[in-house]
């Protein structure tokens, strides 16, 4: 990963030190762009689709006021990023039942045995009891390797040679079922063919039914990645994937692109060889760290503030008017005073519409609304129809207001819907109404 970093790094170091951004400076930083990402292995068909999407962005978008171009265009690098590496969504370190059962399958050499141990390790900081369970019959120093790294994390262990890896993961699972809450079974790596341990991994699967199957992939082995997460997953259902060696590899950009590809998600990735080297990935944070920019954050949220309050803009100019909406305006009014004021920029015949109570709006109603529009899920504020019983009474408890207070809020949302519409069909420029 430090190399991936240094030149990912260099690379945002010269988009901000150009004095100016023209077309021949911008295609330049796009081979750039595209060099680093061929060394890291990523495939030529990415490299392309990517350099694609951050020109088309760059030349169509409109930039953001307020945001210097060369920030504009580390912000689009960053999103296209974290996109290209599976998403902004982090794995959640969450055992939603106990024992919570993990799998773990891969091949000779990835790393697989301390992995276990690692994510054991993992698990154990956050307060969990962990077992460990080995079922390779096939290396011989498996059983100890895992014994003793059980022993150095204090991790409890199945203390039975395996002979058979189906009973060995079967009888493991059966008695540290009691005693711990996280139970890890290592499976063989080398067999004497890929079907052999292909179906080996498919029936311990069938045998214990795991709560989780971890693939476990070397970095060094780049886009080739993605045929591992595509051959184990036609025998044994993959929930998550740990990559190895992120710390010695630049080609780890290219194992973490190729396995997003596939659809697989990367929950951990390890970045150095001691037993606490494991990270659980967040692709946010991972570009932030390439990039070299702790304050990459920072930019992001500005520039996605200015593009979502433009955006807001022009659904509003067409009439459309949605509780994210909503709420963007009502944290402005509560800038700028009471609601009665503002709405003396309406055209007197629409005042009527309104129920006295709403116009005269306290601040302590208008602290209310935000603390129930806060409660609310982006799908919720983008679709208000979803609103029903069970969800109002959840957005009430978790805003600390009353059913009552959401109804409230819902209607005179409904009412300012109708007036936007009605001036809408008036053929009115909606100023004042960007402050409802």
């Known amino acids: 990963m430090r190399q991936l970093a240094e030149l990912f790094s260099r690379l945002a170091a010269k988009i901000r030190g150009l004095d100016y951004v023209d077309e021949r400076a911008l295609k330049e930083l796009i081979r750039e762009l595209q060099r680093v990402l061929l060394r890291a292995d990523v495939t030529i068909e990415l490299v392309q689709e990517i350099s ?3 020109e088309e962005k760059v030349k169509g978008d409109r930039v953001p006021p307020g945001v210097p171009l060369k920030e504009y265009i580390i912000y689009v690098l960053y999103e296209e990023l974290v996109r290209l590496l599976g998403g902004e969504k982090a794995q959640s370190p969450t055992v939603r039942k106990k024992p919570y059962v993990i799998m773990l399958v891969g091949v000779e050499g990835s790393g ?7 994510i054991a390790n993992f698990y154990k900081r956050k ?34 040679r395996p002979v058979d890896p189906v009973e060995a993961a079967r009888r493991g699972v059966g008695a540290l079922s009691g005693s711990v809450d996280v139970i890890i079974i290592d499976t063989a790596g080398r067999h004497r063919n890929e079907a052999e341990l292909l179906e080996e991994a498919k029936a311990i699967y069938e045998a214990v039914r795991p709560d989780e199957v971890v693939l476990v992939v070397d970095a060094t082995i780049g886009r080739q990645a993605a045929l591992q997460a595509e051959t184990f997953s036609k025998y044994v259902p993959l929930g998550s994937v740990a990559i190895t060696k992120m710390d010695s590899s630049a080609r780890g950009g290219g194992a973490l692109a190729a396995v997003a590809a596939t659809n697989a998600a990367v929950k951990f990735i390890g970045v150095g060889e001691d037993i606490d080297e ?3 990935f967040d692709p946010r944070r991972f570009v932030s760290r390439l990039l070299g920019m702790g304050d990459i954050g920072a930019l992001v949220e500005k520039v996605r503030e200015v593009v979502e309050e433009a955006n807001i803009e022009e659904e509003m100019e067409h009439g459309k008017l949605t509780l994210r909406a909503f709420m963007k ?30 116009l005269e709006m306290s601040a302590e109603k208008l602290k209310k609304w935000r603390a129930i529009l806060r409660s609310m899920t982006r799908e919720e504020l983008e679709n208000p129809h979803l609103l029903n019983a069970s969800r109002i009474k959840r957005i009430a408890m978790g805003s600390g207001t009353s059913v009552r207070d959401v109804k409230e809020l819902l209607q005179a949302y409904e009412q300012a819907k109708k ?3 009605t001036l809408k069909r008036q053929g009115r420029r909606i100023r004042g109404l960007e402050r409802i």
Do not use: W
């Not at 944290?331 to 007197?348: F, T, W, Y």
């Open 112 to 118: 697989k045995t301390t992995t276990a141990a690692k």
């Open 419 to 421: 007036i936007l519409r």
């Open 127 to 160: 307060g969990l009891r962990v077992g460990l369970v080995q079922t390779d019959t096939y290396r011989p120093a498996a059983y100890d390797q895992l014994k003793q790294l059980a022993a150095k994390i204090g991790a409890n262990f199945f203390d039975e």
């Open 329 to 358: 305006q009502l944290e402005a009014i509560s800038k700028l005073g009471p609601l009665n004021k503002l709405m003396g920029m309406l055209p007197s015949p629409l005042m009527g519409k309104l129920r006295e109570e709403q």
């Open 52 to 54: 694609r999407r951050i």
């Open 278 to 280: 494991l990270e659980l």
